[in-house]
């Protein structure tokens, strides 16, 4: 089974500011990393996904970083805004059809 | 389109009772979700149907869960009876296609407290 580990557990950061979440995974056999995005009272919400053909991808201020040989990926959220502040989970395939989500991260932004 | 529809959004129970929780996933996906979230535990996977037929229920907790889908638009998870230790957010989300590589629509959730 897929056993995801992220980091840290929460992270407070200043509006302008970059937020840095890590994750670990074990199963090599799958190749879609996503990361949802959860406002509170919400569901989660795809925020942004790689493939491990490549080791970075950038949509607006969000990038995701990718180590294959190091089993990690990383999102980066750079100009951190006020509504950011938001939980984050990684996630990665158990199987064909199941992800393992990691515990989340809780990101605040001051203004 | 809509999107994922959970209902009721809140229910507050007493235990012992039953509990069902609807679900209504986006038009033409052919996989459904129920997830289970609470602060100890995050994100679990109870259950989830391919084309109406429940493939892996690993993730129920134990017999009092039930799930079911009678067709491609509804489906419904049940707990009978209810405990307290059930109190969570639960929610249905549906893919269009393997959840490996495919985004996952969530609902809204159903927040449940059992008191």
């Known amino acids: 089974q897929q056993q995801v580990k992220q980091s840290p557990q929460s992270l407070i950061v200043q509006k302008g500011g970059i937020s840095i979440i890590n994750c670990a995974y074990e199963?090599?056999?799958?190749?879609?990393f996503p990361w949802y995005q959860q406002f509170p009272g919400k569901g989660p919400a795809l925020l942004i996904a790689?493939?491990?053909?490549?080791s970075e991808k950038k949509e607006g201020r969000f990038t995701i970083s990718f180590n294959k040989s190091a089993k990690q990926f990383s999102l980066h959220i750079m100009d951190s805004q006020p509504g950011d502040s938001a939980t984050y989970f990684c996630a990665a395939p158990d199987n064909d059809y199941k992800l393992s989500f990691g515990a989340g991260t809780t990101v605040t932004v001051r203004a | 389109d809509a999107g994922v529809i959970q209902s009721p959004r809140h229910e507050v129970t007493e235990m012992g009772q039953e509990v069902t929780l609807r679900c209504k996933p986006i038009s033409g996906h052919d996989y459904l979700f129920w997830y289970r979230q609470t602060m100890m535990r995050g994100l679990e996977l109870l259950i989830y149907?391919?084309?109406?037929?429940?493939?892996?229920d690993s993730g129920m907790p134990e017999d009092r869960f039930s799930a079911k889908m009678p067709n491609a638009s509804f489906s419904t998870l049940k707990i009978q009876p209810s405990e307290p230790r059930d109190s969570a957010v639960y929610f249905c989300?549906?893919?269009?296609?393997?959840?490996?590589?495919?985004?996952?629509?969530f609902g809204e959730g159903s927040w449940l407290t059992v008191v």
């Open positions: 989300a549906s893919s269009l296609g393997r959840a490996s590589g495919n985004t996952i629509y």
């Open positions: 149907f391919n084309n109406n037929v429940p493939i892996d």
């Open positions: 790689i493939r491990p053909d490549v």
């Open positions: 199963n090599t056999a799958f190749d879609y």
